[in-house]
């Protein structure tokens, strides 16, 4: 039987704890990716394993400058041919690239978008590059390869005011959405110079 991890699942208690943590103004500059083609995925929900309940300590909460908050849900370690990081693949940093899996949880808990539905792959970019919203690229920052986080983004740090709707104002995610991710750092990895 395939193993089951608990830790996908935007548990009530989660939610309630970053919903009460969730005071960061928006106002800082938008990071955006194409995300448009994405509203033909909206029943993605459905797809998304449901998990167990994961219990949240609120002092493990832990805030990036720009205001993503997160808890870290499985730790993650350098590898074995870089156990110090000096050769770039154990952090992200300005340029290298992180390749992540991920699930976005609209303010109800319904997925938006993943990449672990049925033939998804892992989601590859370029830090710095602008090619995913700020909050994301954030949170990856603090991560290591086999990292797994739970975040909330602020929507200053995700779409903002706009969202991302079509010209007749249907939505996948409203206007001034805090998204709720899960995020696993799968691997980073350093661009040749």
């Given at each position: 039987?395939?193993?089951r991890?608990?830790h996908r699942a935007?548990t009530?208690a989660?939610?309630v704890?970053l919903?009460?943590?969730s005071?960061?103004?928006p106002?800082?500059?938008?990071?955006?990716r194409?995300?448009?083609?994405?509203m033909a995925?909206?029943?993605?929900?459905?797809?998304a394993p449901?998990?167990?309940a994961v219990?949240?300590?609120?002092?493990?909460?832990k805030?990036t400058s720009?205001?993503v908050?997160?808890?870290?849900?499985?730790?993650g370690?350098?590898?074995?041919a870089?156990?110090t990081?000096?050769?770039?693949?154990c952090?992200?940093q300005?340029?290298?690239v992180?390749?992540i899996?991920?699930?976005?949880?609209?303010p109800?808990g319904?997925v938006?978008?993943?990449t672990?539905?049925k033939?998804?792959k892992?989601l590859?970019?370029?830090i710095?590059?602008n090619?995913v919203?700020?909050?994301?690229?954030?949170?990856c920052l603090?991560?290591k390869?086999?990292?797994?986080v739970?975040a909330?983004?602020p929507a200053?740090?995700?779409y903002g005011?706009?969202?991302?709707?079509?010209?007749?104002g249907e939505?996948?995610?409203?206007p001034?959405?805090?998204?709720k991710?899960?995020?696993?750092m799968?691997?980073?990895?350093?661009m040749?110079?």
């Open positions: 039987s395939p193993e991890r608990p935007m009530p989660f939610c704890l919903g009460s943590l005071s960061v103004a106002g800082q500059p938008l990071a955006r194409p995300f448009m083609g994405a995925t909206a029943f993605v929900g459905a797809a449901v998990r167990a219990q949240v300590d609120p002092s493990q909460v805030v720009s205001g908050k997160y808890v870290v849900v499985k730790e370690k350098c590898p074995t870089d156990p990081g000096l050769a770039g693949s952090y992200p300005e340029g290298s992180a390749i899996d991920y699930t976005g949880f609209l109800s319904e938006f978008d993943t672990e539905k033939g998804g892992p590859a970019f370029k710095g590059a090619q919203i700020k909050g994301i690229e954030d949170v603090q991560l390869p086999g990292e797994e739970q909330l983004i200053g740090l995700a005011k706009k969202g991302v709707c079509t010209e007749n939505c996948l995610i409203p001034d959405s805090n998204l991710y899960y995020i696993k799968k691997k980073v990895a350093v040749p110079s």
